[in-house]
């Protein structure tokens, strides 16, 4: 999915959590040379966090614990089962390169406007949530190689005349689109008279649109094809052309963190392995190079019925 940075992502209009400062410590000389002696020998590590700028040591030594931030409300990427547990195509990257570096995943669902914010405090070690690469974003986290491209695309019901190609359509319709994501970002840059209507979730967002309580809506393509193969979605379709915006996921660690490192050689070695097309071909059923092909079968399906 794609998430447009904001406030809420603390992201497009960013107001950064400031940095924990690192504690000071007042000993004499000795005593400290002494202190930094016994450091040299210690493999113990500070679960406090307090130093939320430290480089990723812990990473270092296999079986210890990385965390990952999630959203848990972005099928297929991820999403929260009846039983409490997380699942989607992120939640099973995230464990596979913690597989690769030997590590123990723990993955912590947050709340997307909480996600940037959690993640500069020390909540969870790194986020893997459909994050898109922006500008924004980049001047508050610092981003892996990306290991998604997403398009985005307009869903309205099979009858509707809705043609997203014609602004007056845009414009007179009102639109759906998740808060604080690139799609929402895209609508309103692109259709600033847009009639838009924003939600916290995606889920809300499919929600009034099955409802029929907005017109049409815009969304990243997978979850939104994912939706139309649900009983909610069975009434709706694609409208026009996919619409591709240069648009990447990729992992989101703290800037200077070693963990950017590790975590694209970790990308690198479950693409090599075949680990990745794997987990691909589960969850979206053709490779992702081969996306058009979704879109084909279900624009053939609309123009059947």
């Known amino acids: 999915m794609n998430k447009q940075f904001d406030q809420h992502n603390a992201i497009s209009n960013a107001s950064a959590i400031s940095n924990i400062k690192a504690r000071r410590f007042s000993v004499p000389f000795v005593t400290m040379t002494m202190l930094l002696a016994l450091a040299g020998c210690s493999n113990g590590q500070d679960d406090t966090h307090d130093n939320v700028n430290q480089t990723a040591t812990e990473a270092d030594t296999a079986g210890e614990v990385l965390r990952i931030g999630t959203e848990g409300a972005y099928a297929p990427f991820n999403y929260t089962n009846a039983d409490g547990t997380l699942g989607g195509f992120d939640i099973d990257i995230a464990n ?15 709340d ?8 500069k405090a020390g909540k969870y070690d790194a986020i893997v949530a459909a994050m898109s690469v922006t500008p924004e974003r980049e001047q508050q986290v610092s981003f892996t190689e990306p290991y998604f491209s997403n398009t985005l695309v307009f869903l309205a019901k099979k009858d509707s005349s809705f043609d997203p190609s014609n602004s007056n359509d845009i414009n007179t319709n009102s639109i759906a689109a998740q808060r604080s994501t690139i799609s929402s970002q895209w609508l309103e840059e692109t259709y600033p008279d847009a009639n838009m209507k924003l939600y916290d979730t995606l ?6 649109l099955g409802s ?42 703290r800037p200077g963190d ?17 680990t990745y097309d794997e987990l691909n071909q589960k969850y979206f059923g053709v490779p992702e190079t081969s996306a058009t092909e979704a879109t084909e079968t279900a624009t053939a399906a609309d123009s059947v019925e």
């Open 212 to 253: 029929n309580r907005v017109d049409a809506m815009v969304s990243d393509k997978l979850p939104a094809l994912e939706w139309l193969g649900s009983t909610p979605g069975s009434h709706y379709a694609l409208k026009g052309e996919e619409i591709d915006i240069n648009d990447n996921f990729a992992i989101a660690v």
């Open 258 to 274: 070693e963990l950017q490192v590790k975590m694209n050689q970790a990308l690198a070695n479950i693409k090599a392995d075949g």
């Open 112 to 119: 997307w406007d909480g996600i940037i914010p959690g993640l």
């Open 96 to 110: 596979a390169i913690c597989d690769d570096m030997q590590m123990t995943c723990e993955i912590i669902a947050q």
């Open 203 to 208: 889920s809300n967002a499919f929600l009034d």
